[in-house]
């Protein structure tokens, strides 16, 4: 198989780096040949090409079978005058790849069980996957800037039709059928017309395509609430694209370990595209000491849903579950605890 | 002083009676006369009226001098088809009245430590002030319906102009400098034109206003994750219309006693509004077992910002920490022990 490798910004490079160990692990291990390019996204894009995703970027990608990003951002690139940024070039490749659906697992790993933020009691159980709509919503509607009574004014339209809704909703659906077979999706129909043609298509799509499903409906503002105080009681969420980046960002801290998880984003056919939920983390960047695992179970959603080798999936996962349970730690999971290099932790898992 | 009661839907008549007790008690004992008078809203006022926020409710509020409001809608009134919600009643008063600011305190209460769904080390000394931006943003942005390649779609804008930034801004850096003298200024300047126009302007009236005042800056998704790992990290908290909506119910969450909240939405002169945080509740409605203490604490914030009762207003707040210490708890905040009516809890607070 014919993989991406976008290492990006910050940490990005050596999470990258660690998750291809384990990866060229997989292969000998199970007879497969994986064959890597790596190219430009994001800062160091902007920096070598003045482009955060550039042209060669986009065909590579668009030739493979899966592509395995790091993290892209940075203050070096934070300059709100600057002409372009490092996220830019993060949207437009979903863009680009029509990658519409975002796929965020949230759960506990028992060996991590006291880092959560959440009392033991309430954190318990949960196991959560999020399906966020990526290439629509307020992130790519019409926007400017306009005059309101003769001062300045800006504007970003949220704009979603039907079939992106039916398709997002589809795919949610069917995951739940293969969990505990419920879906939950998650809107502002009190307020917003989208949202209300959301809840009509999703609840059309349930109805005639999902009865066995069993389907609710709750506003965003209520569901920040209930990830907080019951986010066991959740199978699958499916919701638009500024609703998911916040409320998988709020339930991506539940289980205390950032450093833990992973997302995929899917389009329609075509490579998918996998990486850690955390960012570029440049205050660490260069010290080696990253936690790899997010990126590392990242590529066993890759092995998954892009290449369907589900025991290859399997086997990463089961060996990150030893190296936690054989109590190594990097740094951010430690709690103040010993801690191991990036490095060590993926030779570990390997 | 001429009050306007909107005891609304659920088990609104309720905690806005046992509130106006209190209000009573607090005139008997200063000296004060308060009118009242009641007028309909919300989904009480559809079935009555048609109209969830008739003309005679819009026009005795603009001659009033405070307004308090139990809350509004419920299952009856919950079809998607229908003409008109509940809901509709809430965001027309807040524009009609020009309530640009919605103040939501979030505080732990010492004698509910335990009921925080957050672990005691973190949510120890929690003490946020929200400035939610109410009259503006995608809620009140234009909104229909069209085609996107032939299909179904529907929209609404997200809109901000610059006085609507600055007003609001001012109004938190000012709160700012009564208490802790930080400001957090949230958005989402990386993907959005009216959250860049935003971070600008908060930036310049910081600057050239406050210069004094400790100010930064936070992504919406990011905010999304502190306020469960370091909410004790914030003072004074200021962001757009559908991020506060979502931020503060997040927040509201952390002092695990959301029947203890109170919000106050104010505007330029004029009355402002008051409520409690929580919705009407259907399922205890008429029961007589609801929480009155956010509506109670919500009064004693119209005594301080409309009537400029400040003694007053601190006489109710350390009569509700009173009855709290005397041990008296409603079913919400019991925790499976002992609990008292809503009348019960009122009396005890007068
Ligand atoms: C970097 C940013 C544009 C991006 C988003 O908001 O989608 C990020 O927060 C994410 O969730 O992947
Ligand atoms: C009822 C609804 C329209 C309202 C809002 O979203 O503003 C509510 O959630 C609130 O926060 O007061």
Redesign the pocket.
Known sequence: ANLVLLPGDGIGPEIVESAKSVLEVVAKRFGHEFQYTSCLIGGIAIDETGDPLPQDTVDACRQSDAILLGA??GPKWDDPNAKTR???G??RI?KELGLFA?LRPIKMFDQLADASPLRPDIIKGTDILFF?E?TGGI?FGQSGSGEVDGHESAYQSMVYSVPEVERIVRLAAKAAQGRDNRLTSVDKANVLEPSRLWRRTAARVMADEFPDVQYDVVLVDAMAMHLINRPADFDVVVTG??F??IL??EASMLPGSLGMLP?ASLGDGGPGLY?P?H?SAPDIAGKGIANPLATILASAMLLRHSLDLNEEAAAVESAVQEVLADGLRTADIARGGDSVSTEVMGQAVT
């Open positions: 892209v951002g490092p996220e830019a993060l949207l979903r975002n966020r990526l992130y694209n500024m998911g980046d998988t960002d997302s990486e939920i960012g």
